[in-house]
């Protein structure tokens, strides 16, 4: 996977992706500060952890690699705010998904519905090598926590968001049956996404947008 910490920085706009040296600094002796912010931790944990599986791959993210990338000298800097490492998953997971929304968020500047839905359905499609990189670390954390691609709160939220954002910007364009117009639009987004994980040479970006496209103008949504 060719991805970076510096382009998933420039991807996300997170001005500091890594957490290294942001709560240690000198040499770590082992012993827990005496004053920790456990969501300040829970943050950088999430981080560490997303980061060394950008670069890496999941089976990397250890409880070590972790500490060692928060500058930390001790597992226990880790175990103490994620005693498993489905916790640690979890955090990362809740990092990754929220620093999603946010950008997806953030780059939508349109007021117009039609284009506002087509520039989200390309922002979330893995039509690049990082949003593929992405997607893949998505469903290997996910597998790992709980053996299959749904269970966890994380991906639910994931999940609601994303249906809550498609049926907002649907009801502004469709007459009626929103909600149903919203599910096909959102089980297209999954079922092209799921399909370019296992066969990313036959779902090129081109064959991605173009049935994006094909169901944004069965259903009427097009801006085109």
């Given at each position: 996977?060719?991805?970076?910490?510096?382009?998933?920085?420039?991807?996300?706009?997170?001005?500091?992706?890594?957490?290294?040296?942001?709560?240690?600094?000198?040499?770590?002796?082992?012993?827990?500060?005496?004053?920790?912010?456990?969501?300040?931790?829970?943050?950088?944990?999430?981080?560490?952890?997303?980061?060394?599986?950008?670069?890496?791959?999941?089976?990397?993210?250890?409880?070590?690699?972790?500490?060692?990338?928060?500058?930390?000298?001790?597992?226990?800097?880790?175990?103490?705010?994620?005693?498993?490492?489905?916790?640690?998953?979890?955090?990362?997971?809740?990092?990754?998904?929220?620093?999603?929304?946010?950008?997806?968020?953030?780059?939508?500047?349109?007021?117009?519905?039609?284009?506002?839905?087509?520039?989200?359905?390309?922002?979330?499609?893995?039509?690049?090598?990082?949003?593929?990189?992405?997607?893949?670390?998505?469903?290997?954390?996910?597998?790992?926590?709980?053996?299959?691609?749904?269970?966890?709160?994380e991906?639910?939220?994931?999940?609601?968001?994303?249906?809550?954002?498609v049926?907002?910007?649907?009801?502004?364009?469709?007459?009626?049956?929103?909600?149903?117009?919203?599910?096909?639009?959102?089980?297209?987004?999954?079922?092209?996404?799921?399909?370019?994980?296992?066969a990313?040479d036959?779902?090129?970006?081109?064959?991605?947008?173009?049935?994006?496209?094909?169901?944004?103008?069965?259903?009427?949504?097009?801006?085109?």
């Amino acid at each position: 996977m060719s991805l970076t910490r510096s382009s998933t920085l420039l991807y996300y706009g997170i001005d500091d992706f890594s957490p290294r040296h942001q709560a240690y600094s000198g040499n770590y002796s082992g012993v827990m500060p005496r004053i920790v912010d456990e969501s300040q931790r829970h943050a950088e944990i999430g981080r560490a952890a997303l980061s060394i599986a950008i670069v890496k791959g999941i089976d990397a993210v250890t409880f070590r690699s972790v500490a060692a990338e928060i500058g930390a000298g001790s597992t226990t800097a880790v175990t103490h705010y994620a005693p498993t490492r489905v916790d640690v998953l979890r955090l990362m997971l809740e990092t990754l998904y929220t620093a999603g929304q946010e950008a997806i968020e953030a780059s939508s500047v349109t007021d117009d519905p039609r284009t506002a839905l087509a520039d989200l359905v390309e922002a979330v499609l893995p039509t690049d090598q990082m949003t593929l990189g992405f997607a893949r670390i998505a469903v290997d954390a996910s597998i790992q926590i709980t053996g299959h691609l749904s269970g966890h709160e994380e991906l639910d939220q994931w999940g609601l968001w994303l249906y809550d954002r498609v049926e907002e910007l649907v009801a502004e364009i469709a007459e009626s049956d929103a909600k149903a117009t919203s599910d096909a639009i959102v089980a297209m987004i999954t079922g092209v996404t799921v399909s370019t994980l296992i066969a990313s040479d036959y779902w090129t970006p081109d064959r991605q947008r173009a049935a994006a496209k094909a169901a944004l103008v069965a259903h009427n949504l097009s801006a085109d």
